[in-house]
């Protein structure tokens, strides 16, 4: 019994050192991505800065954009709703090295497995979508 769990364990590092080798993504994939990453949250918090700038002057003034502030207002007072917040961003900051970790084991896998086959063609289709996205949703103000 002692021998079959020693000889499973010895697999099991072997086995992690191996795809530890092969899961580490290259330097320039990772640089690739973390940029897109970038570009994509300027995007989006763009939009939404656009989109909050074009409702708030017809909420402004209107008696259910002034019921909405007063329901926002009394919900973030709320202790239990702070409780939750608090909560939710510990869980988020206490996630956030194993997120990091899962999302470098997977661009390590797409390196290894897929951009070999692909690689080229995502690549092409991000270069051409991204005069589409620069007009309808820039990442610059």
């Given at each position: 019994?002692?021998?079959?769990?020693?000889?499973?364990?010895?697999?099991?590092?072997?086995?992690?050192?191996?795809?530890?080798?092969?899961?580490?993504?290259?330097?320039?994939?990772?640089?690739k991505y973390e940029g897109l990453k970038a570009?994509?949250?300027?995007?989006?918090?763009?939009?939404?800065?656009k989109t909050k700038?074009?409702?708030?002057?017809t909420l402004e003034g209107s008696p259910t954009g002034d019921q909405a502030k007063e329901?926002?207002?009394?919900?973030?007072?709320?202790?239990?709703?702070?409780?939750a917040v608090k909560i939710i961003?510990?869980?988020a900051s206490d996630?956030?090295?194993?997120?990091?970790?899962a999302r470098m084991v997977l661009l390590g896998a797409y390196g290894h497995f897929l951009r070999p086959y692909v690689g080229e063609y995502l690549d092409r289709a991000i270069t051409n979508i991204k005069p589409v996205l620069d007009t309808v949703l820039p990442h610059e103000g």
């Amino acid at each position: 019994m002692k021998l079959a769990f020693a000889l499973i364990l010895a697999l099991q590092v072997s086995e992690c050192v191996w795809a530890q080798q092969w899961l580490q993504p290259d330097k320039e994939l990772v640089d690739k991505y973390e940029g897109l990453k970038a570009v994509f949250f300027k995007r989006i918090i763009n939009a939404w800065e656009k989109t909050k700038a074009a409702i708030e002057p017809t909420l402004e003034g209107s008696p259910t954009g002034d019921q909405a502030k007063e329901i926002f207002e009394e919900l973030r007072k709320r202790p239990r709703v702070e409780s939750a917040v608090k909560i939710i961003g510990g869980l988020a900051s206490d996630l956030e090295p194993m997120v990091n970790h899962a999302r470098m084991v997977l661009l390590g896998a797409y390196g290894h497995f897929l951009r070999p086959y692909v690689g080229e063609y995502l690549d092409r289709a991000i270069t051409n979508i991204k005069p589409v996205l620069d007009t309808v949703l820039p990442h610059e103000g």
